[in-house]
């Protein structure tokens, strides 16, 4: 098969209003697709439609809610069934995190952090699984994260949330062959954005919450070449890579390194 199109293709992308989701709703609109944009604040959301139309997008739409909501969730499938009648690409992006040891921390702490970073995800993907069966050459995209293949201490609730995304997607993967639905994970590392100003607990001071990250629009760009290249995962971000890399050759060693922040 050849490159996949973004052309006149329906896409949607939650945690749009910022970062990653910002970035990659603006490399998109170059390539012309139909987009319906989602996240809590209204302003940005606005903001971003009329960028996205100036960059080249067929259309540009928003629901404005949060995607642990049900009745957000309803209103997204019900926009896209009755404007669309079917959906081509779909990036779950929308993601949150929190700081801290998890002895110290709280319930609720950890059951926001998977809300919104995998049950979200995954009940909005089930409803929309018949739109996706519908569309053209159908991928989903789901922003995880590197820390979904090594978990790192003071951030035990957002690994948690990762490995369980990455986990489900690759199950996904199979269970959509059929349908030739595709599935791309997204693995980055550490990305400049306004990601760590918005944590749900910030109780520690971690050190690799001040490393300098790749920009968000490197990692938009990224994306939408594996979008096209047909990939299954990326990791868009060399620290992500060798860090992967290190924890599979070396792991006890990996241990020892993490034993020190602990």
Request: proline letters at 4%; glycine letters at 8%; a positive charge.
């Amino acid at each position: 098969m050849g490159q996949r199109s973004l052309h006149d293709r329906r896409v949607i992308i939650t945690g749009a209003s910022s970062g990653v989701g910002r970035a990659l709703a603006l490399e998109m609109a170059r390539l012309g697709p139909r987009l319906l944009l989602t996240a809590r604040r209204e302003g940005p959301l606005r903001e971003l439609v009329a960028d996205v139309e100036k960059s080249g997008a067929a259309s540009a739409e928003t629901v404005v809610g949060d995607v642990t909501d049900p009745q957000v969730r309803s209103r997204i499938v019900e926009h896209v069934l009755n404007q669309w009648g079917g959906l081509d690409v779909l990036v779950n992006n929308a993601g949150v995190s929190a700081h801290g040891r998890f002895a110290e921390g709280d319930e609720s702490t950890l059951r926001r952090v998977m809300e919104v970073n995998f049950f979200a995800t995954a009940e909005l993907t089930r409803l929309l699984a018949p739109l996706l069966r519908a569309g053209q050459d159908p991928l989903i995209v789901n922003v995880a994260s590197i820390l979904g293949h090594r978990a790192i201490p003071h951030n035990s609730e957002y690994c948690a949330s990762k490995f369980a995304l990455r986990g489900w997607s690759e199950s996904l993967r199979a269970e959509l062959s059929r349908d030739r639905i595709g599935v791309l994970v997204v693995s980055p590392g550490t990305i400049d954005t306004e990601f760590f100003d918005h944590l749900i607990a910030d109780q520690a001071d971690t050190p690799w919450a001040t490393q300098k990250g790749i920009s968000p629009e490197a990692v938009a760009r990224q994306i939408v070449r594996a979008i096209r290249r047909r990939r299954h995962e990326i990791y868009p971000n060399w620290r992500g890579r060798f860090l992967v890399m290190i924890n599979r050759l070396f792991p006890r060693f990996v241990d020892r390194v993490m034993n020190r922040y602990g």
